[in-house]
């Protein structure tokens, strides 16, 4: 998985309450990124990163916050968990090269069930 | 809006049994098309890009093709190992990258 870690990979929680994915590289990648993957969907955005403190939203950012303080680690916050918000969470990097190479390696994935 | 289409949504081979998959985009500006490979519980691995139209990458059974509106997974002579979910991504002009939702292959022995 590229040198990507996500934590926790599982975890259930109830409605309303506060949620913290993480994602950790070990690439130095510059750019960072949070999606969501549902059934019938493909992954959508939700925030990136392209740089320590440097973040934007996505195609479906309603509900989530981001930070990073760290080149290495991406933080995903839910910050009133709804049952809406049960999915799979992928933390993907990517470094654009000069040359234009755009690929993003995903890592393993965050199974969150909102109850 | 930039759309990415994925065919046929599953695909069962039998070993052996050459075929091709589907991705079908729209998108203003297309920077690269990116095909991924995804296993059951695990997050996407990366496969092949492609830049311009008639571009073609290989990697043992799987090549993939470009042409101004589609691109496609040619997989020969495939093996039970090569089942898998097979995802398309395109790359807008804005950097927007959008995903396909997939293609599932199952290949029996």
């Known amino acids: 998985d590229a040198g990507i870690t996500q934590s926790p990979r599982h975890k259930v929680t109830e409605t309303g309450t506060p949620v913290t994915l993480r994602c950790h590289q070990t690439e130095n990648h510059r750019y960072m990124y949070w999606y969501r993957q549902d059934p019938g969907h493909g992954l959508r955005l939700i925030h990136y990163s392209y740089g320590v403190k440097d973040t934007d939203k996505g195609e479906v950012s309603d509900g989530y916050s981001v930070s990073r303080s760290k080149t290495e680690d991406f933080l995903l916050t839910l910050e009133s968990a709804t049952s809406s918000q049960t999915s799979v969470y992928f933390c993907?990097?990517?470094?654009?090269?000069?040359?234009?190479?755009?690929?993003?390696?995903f890592g393993p994935g965050t199974r969150l069930t909102v109850t | 809006e930039d759309q990415v289409t994925q065919s046929p949504e599953a695909l069962r081979l039998q070993e052996g049994e050459s075929s091709s998959l589907n991705c079908s985009y729209t998108v203003s500006g297309l920077r690269g098309l990116f095909w991924y490979r995804q296993d059951p519980g695990k997050g996407p691995e990366f496969l092949f890009t492609?830049?311009?139209a008639g571009e073609e990458k290989e990697k043992e059974r799987l090549k993939a093709t470009l042409t101004k509106k589609e691109s496609f997974l040619h997989i020969t002579a495939p093996k039970p190992e090569d089942s898998a979910t097979y995802l398309c991504a395109v790359l807008s002009g804005d950097y927007k990258l959008s995903f396909g939702a997939g293609t599932t292959v199952t290949v029996r022995a």
């Open positions: 993907a990097i990517s470094e654009r090269e000069a040359r234009g190479a755009y690929e993003q390696y």
């Open positions: 492609l830049y311009s």
